[in-house]
Every structure is written in structure tokens, then in C-alpha cells.
């Protein structure tokens, strides 16, 4: 079988499984009510007590299901519709495009296998998440086929600081945190009943070092800085989208951040998602193939 066919089969997969995944966090409904808790580490915890969700803390759960709103309504539509766009033009702007938000799928399904407390759907989040893996690398695999060039200048002094502040900021967004737990010799301030944030390890393990090593190859001015500016890119816009729809279902909640989480946490994907879009665009409009082998 083709790999390009391959590609496509897998990312229909993620669709129907991203679809009964984000459908059910976000509006299943078991009838149950919150209660309190004490965590492994003696603290008391409200946990949510409803839905899919049931078993998660009430802070996070409202985070999850912001996240299952942005799945539903806004990464699995342009999944749809790039997916589409692909099979009749079969580009290297449409691949790109649609590896990218492969990536962002990637991202999703690692953090509600390894993230959420186990719960009625977790075979279906280890079935996505081998989808969103596989479809990554076959993806990646047909991009290289592509011999990239820009009709501008892509590597200029604007996207180097961009890329370094993206990379600098996601330790400033989660390494405080760590550093108090560790000072304080307690665990994480909102570990509450989970053993790790799934979140700090993508970010500050994979994200960061990603975005440093797009920054060397896109100087080198090879495929591979190209490609990776396009996922980071796309992946920062969806993420910066994300965090506000988090944040107003924490807020509908009745959760309330304090200001300096509101900034450190929010405000700063928010800003880094409006200059990606604005780099999305640039590299989109400009990008070319000077041989399709795809």
C-alpha cells in the first residue's frame, strides 16, 4: 500500500476516534455530583464527580473538557477539511498543513492517555494515540519527498527571536513550579491527585528542544527547518486558541486563576499563538516544491 494512502487512512482514524473521545469528555453525563478527597500526599481535593471525567479533579476537569470543545470544534473540522484538500491537490502546502495538525492530535492523545485518571475510554486514548504517532511519521516520511523552497526569506531576524522566546517560554511557564516544589521539598502546588503534569514534560521535555533545533535547521536552510517551523507554528496557534476556551470553562466553573498564572499560563500563549498565526500565514503563502515525489 502507498504511504501516502497510508497517511490518509490513519489520519480518518483519528477523526472518528478524536470524534468519541472529545464528544464524551465534553458532554457525557452520569448524574454524579462533586465531593472532596484526600490525595496521596494529605491534602483535601475536590474531585468533579461527573461524566467522563468523574474522577478528575474539579480544577483540571474543566481544562479537559475546554480542551474536548477545541477538538471537536475547531482541530477535527480543519482535519476534515485539509484531509479533503490533500486528496484533491496532494501539495506540499496541503501535506504540511495537515501534518502539522496531525502533530497537535499527537499532543492531545499523549495527554489523555498519560494525563487523565484512567476512566471507561482509555483503550480508545491508546488507539488514538498510535494513531496520531504512526500518522506522524508517515506524514514526515512523504514531506521529505519535497525539495522546499521559499519565495522569501523565511529565516529572518524576527522569526529567530520568535522561535527563542517560544523555546525560553515554556520554562518560564512551568519551571517556577517546579523549582518551589523542589525548595519546598512538597509535591507540585496542583498535582492533586495525579503523579505527574503530563503538560511539563511534553512542554519543557519535547516542545522546547523541538522549537531549538527547528530555530538550527531553518538557519541551515533545509527541509527539515522548514518542516518543523511549519508544526511548531500551527501547533502554537491551536495551542494559544485552546487556552482560552480552557480558561472560560474554568471560568464558567467558578474557578478563578490567580493573576500571575493568568500570565504566565494563559497570557503567554495567547501572545505566542497571535505572532505563530501571523508566521503560519508567511510560510504557507510562500512555500513551494520544486519537485513533487509524493
Given amino acids: 500500500m502507498h504511504l501516502n494512502k497510508i497517511f490518509r487512512i490513519l489520519v480518518i482514524f483519528i477523526i472518528i476516534l478524536a ?17 472532596y478527597f484526600e490525595n496521596q500526599y494529605g491534602d483535601i481535593i475536590k474531585i468533579y464527580g461527573n461524566g467522563i471525567y468523574k474522577n478528575d479533579s474539579y480544577f483540571m476537569a474543566p481544562i479537559f473538557k475546554g480542551t474536548d470543545f477545541t477538538i471537536l470544534f475547531l482541530a477535527i473540522p480543519l482535519l476534515i477539511f485539509n484531509l479533503i484538500m490533500d486528496k484533491r491537490n496532494n501539495s506540499l502546502k496541503t501535506k504540511l498543513f495537515l501534518i502539522s495538525l496531525v502533530s497537535f492530535f499527537l499532543y492531545y492523545s499523549i495527554s489523555i492517555s ?57 520554562f518560564i511557564a512551568w519551571l517556577p513550579d517546579i523549582i518551589v516544589s523542589l525548595i519546598n521539598n512538597k509535591s507540585l502546588k496542583l498535582i492533586e491527585v495525579y503523579t505527574t503534569q503530563i503538560t511539563y514534560v511534553l512542554d519543557i521535555g519535547i516542545i522546547s528542544p523541538l522549537i531549538f533545533m527547528c530555530l538550527y ?5 533545509n527541509n527539515i527547518g522548514y518542516i518543523l517551523l511549519g508544526i511548531i507554528l500551527n501547533m502554537l496557534s491551536m495551542v494559544g486558541i485552546m487556552v482560552i476556551i480552557q480558561t472560560i470553562f474554568q471560568h464558567r466553573a467558578g474557578i478563578e486563576l490567580p493573576v500571575e498564572a493568568a500570565v504566565t499560563k494563559v497570557g503567554i500563549f495567547v501572545l505566542l499563538a497571535i505572532v505563530a498565526i501571523y508566521y503560519s500565514i508567511k510560510l504557507f503563502k510562500n512555500i513551494k516544491s520544486s519537485e513533487n515525489s509524493a
Fill in 217 to 221: 535547521n531553518l538557519c541551515k536552510n
Fill in 19 to 35: 470524534a468519541i473521545t472529545s464528544g464524551l469528555g465534553l458532554f457525557l453525563n452520569t448524574g454524579g455530583q462533586s465531593f
Fill in 114 to 170: 498519560m494525563g487523565v485518571k484512567y476512566n471507561i475510554l482509555h483503550l480508545i486514548y491508546i488507539v488514538l494515540f498510535s494513531s496520531s504517532f504512526f500518522a506522524f511519521l508517515t506524514g514526515f516520511l512523504l514531506v521529505k519527498n519535497y525539495s522546499i523552497v521559499s519565495s522569501v526569506k523565511i529565516c529572518t531576524n524576527g522569526i529567530k527571536i520568535f522561535l527563542t522566546l517560544c523555546g525560553i517560554s515554556l
